[in-house]
């Protein structure tokens, strides 16, 4: 005789949860990382093949474009074929 301690629908809810729970630590990884205070860094290549860094807080990345928003309050707009990493 099934009882609600041993059905199969109880076995998915703690599943589900635990499921839960994993991903709001793997959402915490992100928000510790960016309230450490230190700027991101996004190496890109230029059309002349050399690399420059830019600062700052990376507002937006995508298949795209990736955008930085400088210390300065400016916003910088890269194509996703210039930008070689993102730190």
Do not use: C
């Amino acid at each position: 005789m099934m009882t609600a301690k041993n059905s199969p629908r109880r076995g998915l809810k703690t599943w589900i949860r635990a499921l839960g729970v994993l991903a709001m630590f793997a959402g915490a990884d992100v928000a510790l990382a960016q309230s450490a205070g230190r700027p991101d860094q996004v190496l890109w290549r230029n059309r002349k093949g050399a690399f420059s860094t830019l600062t700052g807080e990376v507002i937006e990345n995508n298949l795209t474009r990736t955008v930085v928003l400088g210390s300065n309050g400016k916003e910088v707009a890269k194509d996703a074929g210039e930008i070689e990493r993102v730190t």
